[in-house]
């Protein structure tokens, strides 16, 4: 999304935040399905409770994709560009997204292999610490660097979103150490 901006690419830009859209309904689609088969399965999982609260922690971590886009898709361009805030919420969107990744091998790594689950689990708090650390350089830059408020409060919140992702992510990790560690 930032690099469709920055091109001014507003068909690329479009298509991505109907993508988003669509990948947000399938969470929660599939937090719902996660919900009913838990719900019919009920007293023979031990875990329900922490799957359940899981799987509505990931359906959170969706909106929060679609709000970052939106927000991100109305600050200007040249805003972007001339407080050189483009490279660092590119590298922010970065590491979140290969948290997100580390999830899913996570969530794969369950049936077959809960140590290396419990690993992978561990990865995602390193990552987690870099967004930490990249989410307060980009916060100062962002104060010292935009004069515009309107600018300013838009792209404090695309980067507080990021790191809320990030935290909301982290937590559906320690879930499943947790769920890795029962079974």
Same mark, same amino acid.
């Given at each position: 999304?930032?690099?469709?901006?920055?091109?001014?690419?507003?068909?690329?830009?479009?298509?991505?935040?109907?993508?988003?859209?669509?990948?947000?309904?399938?969470?929660?689609?599939?937090?719902?399905?996660?919900?009913?088969?838990?719900?019919?399965?009920?007293?023979?999982?031990?875990?329900?409770?922490? =799957?359940?609260?899981?799987?509505?922690?990931?359906?959170?971590?969706?909106?929060?994709?679609?709000?970052?886009?939106?927000?991100?898709?109305?600050?200007?361009? @040249?805003?972007?560009?001339?407080?050189?805030?483009?490279?660092?919420?590119?590298?922010? +969107?970065?590491?979140?997204?290969?948290?997100?990744?580390? =999830?899913?091998? +996570?969530?794969?790594?369950?049936?077959?292999?809960?140590?290396?689950?419990?690993?992978?689990?561990?990865?995602?708090? @390193?990552?987690?610490?870099? +967004?930490?650390?990249?989410?307060?350089?980009?916060?100062?830059? =962002?104060?010292?660097?935009?004069?515009?408020?309107?600018?300013?409060?838009?792209?404090?919140?695309?980067?507080?979103?990021?790191?809320?992702?990030?935290?909301?992510?982290?937590?559906?990790?320690?879930?499943?150490?947790?769920?890795?560690?029962?079974?």
């Amino acid at each position: 999304l930032p690099d469709l901006m920055m091109k001014k690419d507003k068909t690329g830009i479009k298509n991505v935040l109907e993508q988003i859209s669509t990948i947000e309904e399938e969470v929660e689609n599939l937090r719902r399905k996660i919900t009913r088969e838990v719900a019919d399965v009920g007293g023979l999982i031990m875990n329900r409770e922490n =799957l359940l609260n899981t799987a509505y922690t990931m359906d959170e971590i969706a909106g929060y994709i679609t709000g970052i886009s939106f927000k991100l898709s109305n600050v200007k361009v @040249t805003t972007l560009k001339s407080s050189k805030l483009d490279k660092d919420i590119t590298k922010l +969107i970065e590491l979140v997204v290969d948290e997100v990744y580390k =999830l899913n091998e +996570i969530i794969r790594s369950l049936n077959t292999n809960t140590a290396n689950a419990i690993e992978l689990a561990q990865e995602t708090q @390193t990552i987690e610490r870099e +967004i930490d650390i990249k989410y307060r350089q980009a916060t100062i830059k =962002l104060l010292t660097e935009v004069t515009n408020m309107k600018e300013v409060m838009l792209i404090k919140d695309v980067i507080e979103g990021i790191e809320e992702m990030a935290d909301k992510c982290q937590k559906v990790s320690d879930s499943f150490i947790l769920l890795a560690l029962s079974l």
